[in-house]
């Protein structure tokens, strides 16, 4: 691999890969499926001869041309970033799936990236893929530390379903999160410490959708009394990666509205 060299986000020019970095991220069209938008994004690359990793994403159903509201899509995305490797979106439609999607991934499911001339699935599978194959900088979550967190999806999925005040999944939530914040006390700013790890990037994309479904279905925020929960949220939030690949709040609030109404 050629020595390292870190892309300006001013740079303009098509490079010898055939992709163009802009300075304010937009959309490129190219010959192919009408259902399908690719988007290329200006990243720090680890060498100069990288070729993009190729991932296929949920579209938004808000606004066209736009990422949607996985988390398990921006999970990747963020680990991605964070690791400076240049990437190139497929947004896919996923209630009116192409066939050429379906060829890669017969589930129907995203995220899914290319590695060699592979399809690969699982945002867990990738996400260990990414680090073994680019393992500069390190993202590895020390085993005893990797499921910190790792319950607060269920339970706020339980509470954002309940139509029972006093069914308990509330409090259930509230545990979790009160554990996480007593944890991000003792052990912070970051589930690892002082850095970043691909714990944080599976978490954080989890609590941003918590926040916004919850806030908008139950008119519910996460209490003062949990000051280092909100902090962690607050700081990872504001990352220019998360802020590069999170969704729109009108994307989330559409997404989880089936499992609301249903």
């Not at 902090?231 to 690949?245: A, C, H, P």
């Amino acid at each position: 691999m050629s020595t390292a060299v870190a892309l300006s986000s001013s740079l303009k020019h098509n490079l010898a890969l055939g992709i163009r970095f802009p300075q304010n991220p937009s959309f490129y069209h190219r010959n192919g499926p009408k259902v399908s938008t690719f988007r290329t994004f200006t990243v720090a690359m680890a060498a100069i001869n990288t070729t993009p990793l190729e991932i296929c994403v949920k579209a938004s159903v808000t606004t066209p041309n736009k990422l949607g509201d996985c988390p398990f899509c921006q999970r990747v995305l963020l680990t991605m970033e964070e690791k400076h490797l240049p990437y190139e979106m497929k947004l896919v439609d996923l209630s009116n799936k192409p066939e050429w999607f379906l060829r890669i991934s017969p589930e129907g499911k995203v995220p899914v990236v290319k590695f060699e001339d592979k399809w690969v699935p699982d945002s867990d599978v990738i996400a260990q893929s990414l680090e073994e194959k680019y393992p500069d900088p390190p993202l590895v979550t020390p085993q005893e530390k990797a499921l910190v967190g790792s319950k607060i999806f269920s339970t706020f999925i339980g509470f954002l379903k309940s139509k029972d005040p006093s069914d308990g999944t509330e409090q259930a939530l509230l545990d979790e999160l009160s554990s996480f914040n007593d944890y991000i006390k003792e052990n912070g700013p970051f589930i690892n410490g002082e850095k970043i790890s691909a714990a944080d990037l599976s978490v954080a994309p989890k609590l941003y959708h918590l926040e916004i479904a919850l806030g908008h279905y139950k008119k519910w925020s996460i209490p003062d009394t949990l000051p280092y929960t909100k902090s962690y949220m607050k700081t990872i939030f504001s990352m220019d990666s998360f802020m590069k690949t999170r969704a729109s709040p009108d994307d989330v609030i559409a997404g989880w509205r089936p499992k609301v109404m249903g």
